[in-house]
């Protein structure tokens, strides 16, 4: 059950990620082919190559993140798992 809703959270990152990059491409494409040389059509150029650099240094970084505490919350299961059972009883000695 924990891994489907590991993957499905993956699927909307996914799908935000792409569609982003989509809309960026497309206004680089149009500026490129029918775009006037102007400041703001430079400033729009500007802010979507931006935007997609940071969408996949983040997707890259994020991704790497993820794994880490993956395999963080592994080790820590593992090592519970493996623990003796604590007890709660005290002993008193006289």
Not at 16 to 24: A, D, H, N, R, W
Request: charged share 20%.
């Amino acid at each position: 059950m924990g891994r489907l809703l590991i993957e499905r959270s993956w699927l909307w990152r996914r799908l935000g990620i792409f569609t982003s990059l989509i809309v960026c491409d497309i206004i680089v494409l149009y500026l490129a082919i029918w775009g006037t040389d102007s400041r703001v059509n430079e400033t729009l150029a500007n802010g979507a190559f931006l935007t997609m650099a940071a969408l996949v240094n983040g997707y890259i970084f994020g991704g790497a993140l993820d794994d880490r505490n993956k395999d963080k919350a592994a080790v820590a299961t593992q090592a519970v798992e493996q623990s003796e059972p604590t007890s709660t009883t005290v002993k008193v000695e006289q």
